[in-house]
């Protein structure tokens, strides 16, 4: 078995000194990062399997940071945080990360918080490769091979792109994807500003799988980065 890598971003660099303590006595590797661009060039080099990222940075916040590795991770993101107010935990998890520590935290409670998302992360994997050929969520089975949709139990045609488009935010559940992410993922070129593409997909999907397109139960958007599949 791999070795499990954790990169923390934060400028403070007693915290991460102290979580190395902590996580290495878990069997974990620590990666250390001040800023959120020397954060981005880590993940570039390195394989890492879980990212605690700090808000408050200088230059490029965690916000900023979260949402750039959003555009090519999914892997799993616990914020930390000095701010309290519930609106900065919705902002966080809003755009994709996957759970929020307020500070000053307890080490034991952070390592717990890892522990677990690496948990989830690595079930939901694994049930997705031992069940490649078919995605089911809720009323949705979507087959990867034939490319056929049912919402509950009844077959619903949809064009390749459609497909494509769907399978793109499926496999990605739960995760927030920009706009150009989708774009580059299913027509496999450059963004170049293409957005009605999407949002006219986007529509079409809807009026396909929802039973209310107005008030989506599976495809949501999170304004200002993209789309998210509940």
């Known amino acids: 078995m791999s070795e499990i890598t954790i990169l923390m971003v934060d400028d403070e660099v007693a915290i991460i000194n102290l979580m190395r303590i902590y996580l290495k006595n878990e069997g974990y590797k620590l990666l250390q990062a001040c800023s959120g661009y020397e954060a981005l060039e880590l993940i570039r080099i390195h394989k890492v399997d879980l990212i605690i990222l700090d808000v408050m940075m200088p230059q490029m916040d965690g916000i900023q940071t979260c949402m750039k590795i959003r555009e090519e991770n999914n892997l799993p993101i616990i914020m930390l945080s000095a701010k309290s107010q519930d609106i900065d935990k919705i902002t966080g998890l809003s755009i994709g990360a996957d759970d929020y520590v307020t ?63 769907l399978h793109t935010l499926a496999v990605n559940r739960g995760f927030v994807l920009s706009m150009d992410k989708i774009y580059t993922t299913v027509w496999n070129q450059p963004f170049m500003e293409s957005k009605n593409s999407i949002i006219v997909h986007i529509r079409k999907l809807r009026k396909k799988i929802e039973k209310d397109p107005q008030h989506p139960e599976y495809i949501k958007t999170v304004w200002g980065i993209g789309y998210k599949f509940e």
């Open 103 to 165: 500070k000053p935290f307890s080490p034991l409670e952070l390592t717990a918080r890892v522990k677990s998302q690496l948990r989830r992360y690595t079930h939901l994997n694994s049930r997705v490769v031992q069940d490649e050929q078919e995605i089911r969520i809720h009323e949705l089975i979507i087959n990867t091979v034939s490319r056929r949709l049912t919402v509950a139990g009844e077959e619903v045609k949809l064009t390749p792109k459609e497909f494509a488009v």
